[in-house]
């Protein structure tokens, strides 16, 4: 697991030998809570405070930030803080403690904005390289092991010496790889899940579209079979319509062939005149088969 937070140094100076003396007795506490800690094995973030180098005129407010925060009351810490800062805003180690406070309060945006103001306002390599493990620790327990693993590798650059910073970065890199290869193995099955529901998907289609065509092969079986009905009833229709048509023109033949027709007097004349050819054609082989008739009985009486 991860190793605790760095104990911060006390400061050379005071204003005051009993406040100086609080500071030396809270960096002694904090030491032993370190070392506590690195035995439990379970942790990510210990914060600690700096001792405080002040003025006289806010030792007070500075005192009961300390207290406050020993006591676990971390919001009127950060008030306390934040009203020291008022009168000294370039002092380090009150943007330092702040930090810690908001961290306490899982306040991480403003905590890591805190522990970037700290690190402007010191040049010393052991005081970046605290800064760095902090931020490291605050990335470490929101579990975002890449940035955590950057922060501990910087604190490892500002102080190479440092095992614990080795140890959380070791750490945070095991971690992360970890966490990695679960975002791999979570990405693997979002993707299998997803070619599933792209291939159930692409049967459903499938059988939609087969379910279509067949609607639209029984639908055009249903319009060739109405298409040939109606063609029967209007070949039906027409030939009664036929069969009707040449009744109704039989008929008037008939009726045209039993009205007596007109004729030219050209035709009467024509007509009489073949009558009486006839006529007179018919007396003379009558008149023949007499003559004949009355010679053969001439005949027989002689």
């Not at 005051?16 to 070392?35: D, G, H, I, L, Q």
């Not at 009961?64 to 008030?79: D, F, L, P, T, V």
């Not at 029984?218 to 040939?228: M, R, T, Y």
Request: glycine share 2%.
């Amino acid at each position: 697991m991860l190793a605790a937070n760095k104990r911060g140094k006390v400061s050379e100076q005071g204003t005051t030998a009993r406040f100086f003396k609080e500071c030396v007795n809270s960096a002694a506490n904090v030491t032993a809570m370190v070392k506590m800690r690195l035995r439990s094995l379970f942790h990510y973030v210990f914060i600690f405070l700096l001792p405080l180098t002040l003025l006289s005129a806010d030792i007070n407010d500075a005192r009961k930030a300390n207290q406050a925060y020993e006591s676990g009351n971390y919001e009127k810490a950060e008030s306390l803080y934040r009203q020291a800062l008022r009168d000294q805003p370039k002092n380090a180690k009150l943007q330092f403690n702040l930090a810690n406070t908001l961290v306490k309060q899982k306040k991480f945006k403003e905590a890591l904005s805190a522990y970037e103001r700290y690190k402007a306002l010191v040049d010393k390599p052991e005081m970046n390289a605290r800064a760095e493990y902090n931020i490291g620790n605050v990335y470490a327990s929101q579990k975002k092991w890449s940035k955590a693993a950057d922060h501990y590798r910087q604190a490892l650059r500002y102080d190479p010496t440092d095992p614990e910073a080795k140890h959380n970065y070791e750490y945070a890199k095991q971690q992360q790889k970890q966490q990695q290869k679960k975002q791999n193995q979570n990405k693997n099955q979002q993707n299998n899940q997803q070619n599933k529901n792209n291939k159930q998907k692409q049967q459903q289609n499938q059988q939609n579209n087969q379910q279509k065509q067949n609607q639209n092969k029984q639908q055009q079986q249903q319009n060739k079979q109405s298409q040939n009905q109606k063609q029967k009833q209007n070949q039906s229709q027409n030939s009664q319509q036929q069969q009707s048509q040449q009744k109704k023109g039989d008929q008037q033949q008939q009726k045209q062939q039993a009205r007596p027709q007109k004729m030219s007097k050209a035709e009467a004349k024509k007509i009489l005149q073949a009558l009486s050819n006839d006529e007179k054609s018919l007396l003379r082989r009558f008149r023949k088969q007499q003559s004949s008739s009355n010679k053969s009985n001439n005949e027989k009486d002689w």
